[in-house]
């Protein structure tokens, strides 16, 4: 039986604990089906010409807004000893992880037509979960697997599109590609509508991979790794800038008495992140993440895996919105959809944030929620992984 080939964002040097993790799951649920996986690894090797055609689209797709924080965050790590210091260290770590667990599943291909006659080596081409068809990844005809060959069966597994609408101007290739997607499934419910919206291809909203695996499968994964944190705490996972949800946070620390765990400058240097918590670790694997909000007595995030990994293990928590709903960058619905579905919309942060924390979540109930989710989205899996060619 061919290999399944699996499209995730999979990059090193690159410190997204919940990209990692979702395409860590994926392999272990591909596998425990039965299938062997392989991870499609892309290098392009563009010429100048396509390079300079392709850039206006991609400015206006966000590539200008993505290079300017590049430039930013490249300033201030050249500028700041201790934190250029602290990032290498968490990159560092991040990147013996992946080497220990995801690059013996890597297959890599160099240029587009090496990708595209790569493809035939595969029984069935799945793109994984996460923000994968962002507009700003349209013009790489990899994600959303333009790059298949016609013969070979293509699934989408919980992608996202990370934005609530899709740009005039892309929508006719996104109509293209998503109408040779032979299984469609999505991570949010807006995704599913704009799918029905602009193709002709309908979509099956399913549970992120990271849900895929039960709480017993994680503790598994982390087995005996030493704690990165001891004692009671309260584990913060903020990638947001807001100073009063760190006040807040902070006050609520007065009223238990517990330390705070935090994780700083998750994506870029940010002011208020420096001198908050107790304890800052940065040689932290996507595992110690996991490890750490599986520890902690509280939760409190603007993060979505972060809040995924907070029902798994049955946390209580507070989950904060990063985005105004108005801002044309938003990820909240993301959130929004992962809480609808549980029926957890009252930990969505309030502006009483004591309140919340210490209002008990029915776990019996979120469990009755999600069980029916879980299994119709391994039986999407299923069903889709059976139309690998042998």
């Known amino acids: 039986m061919k290999a ?16 990692s993790l979702q ?15 392989r991870l499609i690894q ?6 100048l010409f396509k390079k300079i055609r392709l850039a206006p689209l991609m400015f206006i797709s966000g590539g200008w807004q993505a290079y300017k924080k590049k430039i930013k965050k490249k300033k201030i790590t050249e500028s700041t000893s201790s934190y250029a210091k602290d990032i290498n260290i968490r990159t560092s770590v991040n990147n013996q992880w992946k080497s220990q667990y995801m690059d013996s599943y890597c297959d890599l291909y160099i240029g587009y037509n090496n990708l595209k006659s790569g493809s035939k080596n595969y029984g069935l081409i799945i793109v994984g979960s996460d923000q994968v068809w962002t507009p700003l990844g ?63 291809n309908k979509a099956q909203v399913v549970l992120d991979p990271t849900l895929l695996l039960s709480q017993s499968q994680w503790r598994e994964e982390i ?3 030493k704690p990165k944190a001891e004692g ?26 517990l330390k705070i765990v935090a994780m700083r400058h998750i994506d870029e240097f940010i002011a208020c992140d420096e001198g908050f918590g107790d304890e800052a670790p940065y040689n932290i694997d996507p595992l110690d993440f996991v490890q750490l ?57 309030n ?21 029916p989710l879980l299994k119709s989205s391994l039986e999407f899996l299923k069903s889709g992984l059976a139309l690998s060619k042998k």
């Open 4 to 19: 399944i080939g699996c499209v995730i964002a999979y990059f090193k040097n690159h410190n997204n604990y919940g990209t």
């Open 23 to 37: 395409g860590f799951a994926t392999i272990k649920a591909i596998e425990h089906e039965g299938y062997k996986c």
């Open 42 to 47: 892309y290098q392009k090797s563009d010429s």
């Open 138 to 200: 349209l013009y790489s005809k990899f994600f959303n697997l333009l790059f298949v060959d016609d013969s070979i069966p293509r699934m989408s597994y919980a992608s996202s599109f990370g934005v609530s609408k899709i740009p005039s101007w892309q929508i006719k290739t996104t109509c293209k590609y998503l109408d040779k997607i032979n299984k469609l499934s999505v991570r949010e419910i807006r995704g599913k509508e704009i799918i029905e919206e602009i193709s002709h």
């Open 223 to 225: 087995g005996d790794k």
């Open 232 to 257: 009671k705490y309260i584990f913060c996972y903020l990638l947001g800038k807001d100073e009063k949800v760190r006040k807040e946070i902070n006050h609520f620390k007065k009223i238990t008495g």
């Open 293 to 349: 909000i599986a520890n902690a007595e509280f939760v409190c995030t603007d993060s979505f895996h972060c809040t995924v990994f907070s029902t798994i293990f049955h946390k209580q928590f507070v989950t904060f919105y990063r985005f105004l709903n108005t801002n044309s960058d938003s990820r909240n619905s993301r959130i929004d959809s992962i809480l609808n579905l549980l029926g957890l919309e009252d930990r969505l942060y």
């Open 351 to 371: 502006g009483n944030l004591t309140s919340q924390m210490f209002s008990k979540i029915d776990y019996n109930t979120v469990e009755q929620k999600k069980n």
